[in-house]
């Protein structure tokens, strides 16, 4: 069992900031690469950041500059720093992980349940 929990969407003005946080629990061995995904209404999930074990990072080229993504690895626990929001940056989150389970032997992915972000102009 692991769940992946979002919080800190909502609804701010264009050129504001918020910080999206993603806190894993439950029979976590280790957690590999973790990332930041997104999805607005009628288009597909892409991807916004990831991050490994390590702290190294990676970012969609419409971001970069813009958001930071982090991970406390004693907390089990996710950053997104969003600045300088933008209209087009309306969409769900979503939070996944590379999870390796207390009494398993591999990867899986997990997904969190989603948090809204709403940029307005």
């Known amino acids: 069992q692991v769940q992946l929990v979002e919080s800190g969407g909502g609804l701010v003005q264009e050129g504001g900031s918020l910080r999206l946080s993603c806190a894993a629990s439950g029979s976590i061995r280790s957690i590999n690469v973790m990332g930041w995904y997104r999805q607005a209404p009628g288009k597909q999930r892409g991807l916004v950041a990831t991050i490994t074990s390590g702290g190294s990072a990676n970012y969609a080229d419409s971001v970069k500059g813009r958001f930071t993504i982090s991970r406390d690895n004693a907390k089990n626990t996710m950053y997104l720093q969003m600045n300088s929001l933008k209209p087009e940056d309306t969409a769900v989150y979503y939070c996944?992980?590379?999870?390796?389970?207390?009494?398993?032997?591999?990867?899986?992915?997990?997904w969190g349940q989603g948090t809204q972000v709403t940029v307005s102009s």
């Open positions: 996944n992980a590379q999870v390796i389970k207390g009494s398993d032997a591999w990867y899986t992915n997990h």
